[in-house]
């Protein structure tokens, strides 16, 4: 099938500029990339088409003679200086995207340098309730690396420099041709850095870091709940060879407490009440997380298991000045050792006791008759 014309495959007249044929043929391979089209040979074919045009248009030599031969400037090694057969889509694709990136596929120095980025770094902190409600101020220590005084972090001796490494060239990546691709891989003399090391620093055996201990004060907010997760940009681990340092996370892990439990930034406390009480009402003291106390009245007739919310009184939200609320569950105690002047007082009770006084024990009799009768 004859091959179509290049302006054609870009959508672009002869008229167009260099940043339109680019700009036309970076949309082409965005959506026709085998990678985004896997097992579609239509968009493979596609790809290589619109790359194999840029190839030749990019190029102003190229394109002058495309324009004055058409296809047959490349065919057969036509067109002099500019001819180069049979598009080989292997050998040049890496050449197209060098347009795009630059450097071919190793990336800019400030990329390699990101590879050489020091390890992120885990510190598992356990706090009480009353702490997180409060935040706190700590000293941690942990074991690190931090970057060579000696060198200051470059790797290299004192008075002497890193030179281009010379499996890659300085790029970080190398490259080989893998049948229609090209496939890019970190160096693996340079590990990506681009560099090598020709007199090692003697303090750090040219990785431009060295292990420490290191103390650090650190701020707990107000509000962290268990499971969080707080970042400390920077005072991770020291990169290799001058690259920056990763990250610290701090998960907090906030211990159980023997009066509250948390649900977010609300708390529950379960509160219990003798008998008497709940029948007859009475008003009691309860504590609050932070350390006063607050008092609450038991009207008479109060059931077990009802809730008291006290607005405010729970945990506070780590991002603003609202806090939680409080809520206080009341649970009936039935008595037990009863001495004999209570069970005689009980009993004289339950006698006297009517059905209008336990409605819900006679609703329940009430459904049960009727379960019974059917």
Not at 103 to 114: C, L, Q, T, V, Y
Not at 270 to 289: F, H, K, M, Y
Request: with cysteine; aromatic share 10%; net charge positive.
């Amino acid at each position: 099938m004859a091959k179509r014309d290049y302006y054609e495959v870009l959508g672009v007249n002869k008229s167009a500029s260099a940043d339109q044929i680019k700009s036309a043929y970076r949309k082409l391979a965005v959506k026709y990339h085998p990678d985004k089209n896997k097992g579609d040979k239509g968009a493979e074919e596609k790809f290589k088409e619109a790359s194999e045009a840029y190839h030749v248009l990019s190029n102003s030599e190229r394109k002058q003679n495309y324009d004055n031969f058409g296809h047959a400037a490349f065919e057969n090694g036509g067109g002099g200086r500019g001819g180069f057969g049979n598009f080989d889509f292997s050998n040049h694709f890496s050449d197209i995207f060098e347009d795009f990136f630059g450097e071919g596929f190793g990336g800019s120095r400030r990329s390699r340098r990101s590879n050489n980025r020091g390890s992120d770094l885990r510190y598992d902190l356990s706090i009480s309730l009353e702490e997180a409600f409060s935040g706190k101020k700590q000293d941690i220590k942990f074991s690190t690396s931090e970057k060579c005084d000696t060198c200051s972090g470059s790797g290299s001796k004192p008075g002497h420099q890193s030179g281009a490494c010379s499996m890659c060239g300085g790029h970080g990546q190398v490259r080989s041709s893998q049948g229609f691709f090209t496939v890019q891989q970190t160096c693996p003399q340079c590990a990506g850095a681009g560099e090598e090391i020709t007199h090692p620093c003697s303090s750090c055996n040219g990785q431009g870091k060295k292990q420490a201990s290191k103390r650090l004060s650190v701020t707990i907010p107000k509000g962290v709940d268990d499971g969080t997760r707080i970042r400390l940009s920077g005072k991770g681990e020291a990169g290799s060879r001058g690259g920056g340092n990763g990250d610290l996370y701090l998960f907090i892990n906030v211990h159980s407490h023997d009066l509250f439990k948390r649900s977010d930034e609300n708390l529950f406390f379960e509160c219990p009440v003798s008998i008497a009480d709940a029948a007859l009402g009475t008003s009691i003291e309860i504590p609050t997380i932070d350390g006063g106390k607050a008092k609450i009245k038991i009207p008479a007739g109060t059931q077990s298991g009802k809730q008291f919310r006290l607005r405010g009184k729970g945990m506070p939200y780590m991002r603003g000045n609202d806090y939680g609320d409080l809520y206080v569950q009341v649970n009936t105690e039935v008595p037990i050792s009863l001495n004999k002047e209570q069970k005689e007082l009980l009993e004289k009770f339950r006698e006297i006791e009517n059905e209008k006084s336990n409605p819900s024990i006679k609703k329940f009799f009430q459904k049960a008759k009727s379960f019974w009768k059917n």
